[in-house]
C-alpha cells in the first residue's frame, strides 16, 4: 500500500487540479509514506532481527512414504508423502526470529518445490516416468538450516 499510495498522489499532485483532488493527492501521499515506513521499522521495533548467519538444527528427517524405487500409476499420479521428523518441531508461523529445532517443510519434485507445509503427511502430483522427491525441514525463515535437513526417494509413475 505505502509505494503503491506514493504513486497515486504523485498522479494526483501533478494532475494540477486545485481543491479537492490536491488536499486529496498530499493525505494520499502521506498516508503511502506512513505505511512504508511502518512496514519498514515496525518489525525492528518489535525485536526481528536480521540473521547474518543460519541457524543450526539437530533434527533428523527421514521420508516414510514413498519408499525409494516404488512405482505409481496414473496421468499424473497422486504420490502420498509421509514422513518422520525427530527432533524438531513444524510451526504454522514464520518468523525472523530463528529458533534451531523448529520450522516447517519443504518438498520437492524433480528439483521444483510443490508444497511449502506444516504437516508431515501430504500429496504430491506427477507425470509418468522417473522422478526424485526431495523433502526439506527449513527453518521459521523458509531459509534452510546449517547444515541443511534434506532427505531423498527415488520413485516412478506409470501410465
Do not use: K, W, Y
Amino acid at each position: 500500500m505505502g509505494l503503491g499510495a506514493i504513486v497515486g498522489a504523485f498522479a494526483l499532485l501533478r494532475d494540477r487540479q486545485r481543491g479537492g483532488r490536491r488536499i486529496g493527492g498530499i493525505a494520499l501521499g502521506a498516508l503511502g509514506a506512513g505505511c512504508l515506513l511502518v512496514a519498514t521499522f515496525l518489525p525492528f521495533l518489535l525485536g526481528a532481527r536480521p540473521s547474518l548467519g543460519r541457524p543450526s538444527t539437530t533434527a533428523r528427517l527421514e521420508i516414510v512414504s514413498p519408499s525409494p524405487g516404488q512405482t505409481f500409476r496414473g496421468d499424473p499420479a497422486r504420490i502420498p508423502v509421509t514422513l518422520r521428523l525427530e527432533g524438531g518441531e513444524v510451526v504454522p508461523f514464520t518468523s525472523f526470529r530463528l529458533v534451531p529445532n523448529t520450522g516447517h517443510i519443504h518438498l520437492f519434485v524433480d528439483g521444483a518445490v510443490v508444497s511449502m507445509t506444516t504437516a508431515l503427511s501430504s500429496t504430491v502430483t506427477a507425470p509418468p516416468g522417473s522422478h526424485e522427491l526431495v523433502a526439506e525441514f527449513v527453518a521459521v525463515d523458509h531459509g534452510p538450516f546449517d547444515p541443511p535437513v534434506r532427505v531423498t526417494t527415488p520413485f516412478s509413475v506409470t501410465g
